[in-house]
């Protein structure tokens, strides 16, 4: 597993190079957020594409306070603060950054990134996700954002190269389920910090490499022996996002005794419940496969007593102890959520806690913040 790993990391950390040299022979390469916006048919209309989803660190949020105010997350304000800081290597060569409007968060710092020169298409992603006209809104939203895409490469979506591309995407998708039944055992062979980065490194690597080495640890986990302690805490997340580079929590519990064998996450993971239908409309096939086929977002209304119902099932699934709620700092709607959930379980014999981050890791918050996860990976080690 080491070596796969390694092989990816590898490969994810030269794509910036790769879209760089890309650039230069003349192809246009776009930069997306999200699971609501769909980068197989940008790269079917001839771009290169690359997620914007990177967090983790305490310097790019703080960077934009000049111009916007403190109260956004951390990961939105790291949309900008990257650029601010010169860190940022693909927004500057970027043609064009597609935009998933979710939330006031990203709404703001999508403008400031305007204000900076940044071309942004914006997709609208309505919040009253079980209305018709909501989702329409959304198809439009989608087509007004393809037309604006097919004028970058002077070019129209080839929409049998896009079919190749979404299949790819399915299978990939198809081997993350297979991995994750393996968290299904007593003991995994593979945990969450391994996890989330293969999920990350999925978004850089070609699709055909990734299946062909997500194929192989498959292959090498299925039989393999698991790689906890005997009766650790099994541990389910739940959240907003894991961005990439955010990989200080997942590692500390695992550090601290837990398992995290299950999560439900908004952002920075791949939407692997549903494939998206090959036949018919590709793009109605995409907007229903995100808009409506899978566990609706946090931000979507009504929506919580649904998530609730999906967390009591990843619950019994997955045997789980404990429940972490991993929230961005100043996400005040995730934060009523968690109000809700918490009330909800309070019967239940499984515990729900909140970790909160700004992305503050430096050596005076390390001490609290391992403190809190040991004592709480502790807590549930003397229920079991």
């Not at 703080?62 to 990961?75: E, K, S």
């Not at 939105?76 to 597609?98: N, Q, Y």
């Not at 805490?233 to 601290?256: C, H, K, M, N, Q």
């Amino acid at each position: 597993m080491k070596e796969i790993l390694k092989e990816l990391e590898t490969l994810a950390k030269a794509r910036v190079k790769e879209l760089s040299q890309a650039k230069k022979n003349g192809t246009p390469v776009i930069e997306y957020t999200g699971t609501f916006i769909p980068e197989e048919l940008i790269r079917a209309a001839g771009a290169e594409t690359y997620l914007m989803c990177r967090g983790g660190e305490p310097e790019p949020p703080d960077a934009i306070l000049d111009y916007m105010l403190r109260f956004m997350n951390p990961l939105a304000r790291s949309m900008a603060g990257f650029l601010e800081l010169g860190l940022d290597a693909v927004t500057p060569i970027s043609d064009l950054l597609v935009t998933q409007q979710t939330d006031c968060h990203v709404g703001r710092v999508t403008e400031l990134l305007e204000f900076k020169g940044i071309k942004v298409n914006k997709v609208g992603v309505p919040a009253d996700w079980d209305k018709p006209v909501a989702f329409e809104y959304y198809v439009e939203s989608l087509k007004k954002m393809l037309t604006e895409v097919e004028e970058i490469p002077g070019k129209k979506v080839d929409w049998d190269l896009a079919k190749v591309y979404f299949d790819k995407s399915n299978k990939i998708n198809e081997l993350f389920r297979k991995l994750n039944e393996l968290r299904k055992r007593d003991n995994p062979p593979i945990g969450f910090s391994e996890i989330i980065r293969l999920e990350h490194y999925s978004f850089m690597v070609d699709a055909d490499i990734m299946i062909e080495k997500l194929t192989k640890l498959y292959e090498e986990l299925v039989n393999a022996p698991g790689k906890f302690e005997e009766g650790a805490p099994r541990i389910l997340v739940a959240g907003r996002a894991f961005a990439i580079g955010d990989y200080t929590v997942p590692r500390l519990i695992e550090e601290s005794g837990g398992v995290i064998v299950a999560e439900l996450m908004d952002e920075g993971i791949r939407a692997i419940e549903k494939d998206v239908e090959l036949e018919g409309d590709l793009l109605r096939n995409f907007a229903k496969n995100r808009y409506l086929d899978k566990t609706p977002i946090n931000l979507f209304q009504p929506s919580w007593r649904i998530r609730y119902e999906r967390i009591k099932e990843l619950i019994e699934e997955y045997k789980v102890d404990g429940v972490i709620w991993y929230q961005l700092a100043f996400d005040e709607i995730y934060d009523m959520e968690y109000a809700c959930l918490a009330k909800w379980m309070s019967d239940s014999k499984v515990n729900i806690t909140k970790f909160e981050t700004s992305y503050e890791y430096s050596r005076e918050s390390m001490g609290p913040l391992t403190t809190r996860i040991e004592s709480y990976v502790e807590s549930l080690k003397e229920k079991k």
